[in-house]
Nanobody, 124 residues
């Protein structure tokens, strides 16, 4: 059983930056594809970014491409989401998720483990 704990959320002005972290425990972290998702009020949870076991492959939603960067440190069991040039529409609860597959993917329903989420609010 894998436990995921996100941190790093907060309130930031438009154009600012935040770095989210997700600490994993209870499993072999380096064998999990790790994803970030977000859910805004009244909307469905949506894919943001995903990274492979080694960190060599990643994928991003079009809405964040060029602004967000996903990375991981397998020695520290942590995945990060660096968010730059934030916009008010990035406001949401951000979740990290883990899947024991070998392929990176965007399918929300396929991820096995989820964190509790961290709130990101971007003011205009």
């Amino acid at each position: 059983q894998v436990q995921l704990v996100e941190s790093g959320g907060g309130l930031v002005q438009a154009g600012g930056s935040l770095r989210l972290s997700c600490l994993a425990s209870g499993g072999t972290f380096s064998r999990y594809v790790m994803g970030w998702f977000r859910q805004a009020p009244g909307k469905e949870r949506e894919f943001v970014a995903v990274i492979s076991w080694s960190g060599g492959r990643s994928d991003y939603a079009d809405s964040v491409k060029g602004r967000f960067t996903i990375s991981r440190d397998n020695a520290k069991n942590t995945v990060f989401l660096q968010m730059n040039s934030l916009k008010p529409e990035d406001t949401a609860v951000y979740y990290c998720a883990a899947d024991s597959t070998t392929l990176i993917h965007r399918s929300t329903s396929a991820y096995e483990y989820w964190g509790q989420g961290t709130q990101v609010t971007v003011s205009s």
